[in-house]
């Protein structure tokens, strides 16, 4: 475990001491599973059909962060609905079949939830398509909750998803919960809702650290789930429950 390297060139985030984890709220595209050449073929797809200029994979990598219903408007105007309708009735008839783990993710969720840490997903993924998703891979019962986008008034990076996830834990938002991540979308959810921010990505160049954690720089970095794992496990806890 250790502080989020290049922090010296960002934005501080105000200090405080690292609590023990009794709930953990998991990022899912790019965090639990590989998902980005799904969702570059599903918006280049919008693309043409808008006749406006598709996307490089860099492009899509760079700019997908928000929930349809944020981002769209942004890009799309007044014809923000007509290419959400085309981008999910594409991403629909392919996401299933090309959903892929990242590697060591699943003995990762395994691991936690044996240590009755209780586990939650908060995604900018669409509820429904989500939650297909985690029972495509036999994943549901590794969570207390399992929130996309839409399911709370507001997504991603606002707080109102994470207490809709916390609400079966009987963990209250605050430094006993870690937000798992991979953008600083994540970081900034877990700062809103006074949450830990824990980035767990590849190591990156400090130029595309410092440009993505600006803002929000994480609490916690860690490069696989192996050294996530051993951060935990360095930190006693008491196991938590989803309430019944």
Not at 186 to 213: H, K, Q, W, Y
Request: charged residues 25%; contains cysteine; aromatic residues 10%.
């Amino acid at each position: 475990m250790h502080v989020a390297p290049h922090l010296e060139e960002l934005a501080q985030p105000p200090p405080r001491s690292i609590r023990p984890p009794r709930a953990i709220l998991f990022d899912w595209d790019n965090t639990l599973v590989d998902s980005w050449a799904t969702i570059h073929e599903a918006l280049n797809f919008l693309m043409r059909a808008m006749e406006v200029p598709e996307w490089s994979l860099a492009d899509t990598k760079e700019k997908v962060r928000l929930s349809l219903r944020e981002a769209f408007p942004l890009y799309f105007g007044e014809r923000w609905e007509e290419a959400r309708d085309i981008y999910l009735e594409r991403f629909r008839s392919i996401h299933l079949d090309r959903l892929t783990p990242l590697p060591g993710r699943e003995a990762l969720l395994r691991d936690l939830a044996e240590q009755g840490i209780f586990l939650g997903v908060v995604s900018n993924k669409t509820g429904e398509l989500l939650r297909r998703e985690v029972a495509r891979l036999g994943w549901s019962a590794y969570f207390g909750s399992i929130v996309g986008a839409g399911d709370a008034p507001l997504d991603k990076p606002a707080c109102e998803p994470v207490h809709l996830a916390l609400a079966a834990s009987g963990v209250q938002a605050g430094p006993d919960v870690w937000f798992v991540g991979d953008t600083a979308v994540d970081i900034e959810c877990a700062r809103n809702s006074g949450c830990i921010g824990v980035l767990l990505a590849d190591d990156m160049p400090p130029e595309t650290f410092a440009r993505e954690f600006a803002r929000f720089a994480p609490d916690l970095s860690f490069a696989d789930e192996a050294s996530l794992l051993l951060g935990i496990r360095g930190l006693p806890f008491e196991p938590t429950r989803p309430s019944s």
